[in-house]
């Protein structure tokens, strides 16, 4: 629940709005000592074409 708002900011506002229908989504996490890493990252539009 605490990478919820995150993964659906990817989706909602990058993903979505790809005109091509092909959007990409990878959350990797992982230990790193004795933090738990969580990486989100997607192939969205970006937040200049957003706004542009």
């Known amino acids: 629940m605490l990478i919820q708002p995150y993964v659906e900011n990817a989706i909602w506002h990058g993903i979505l709005h790809k ?9 990797n996490t992982y230990k790193d000592g004795v933090s738990i890493v969580v990486e989100i990252k997607d192939n969205g539009i970006g937040r200049e074409k957003l706004t542009n």
């Open 19 to 27: 005109t091509d229908g092909k959007g990409e989504l990878n959350i």
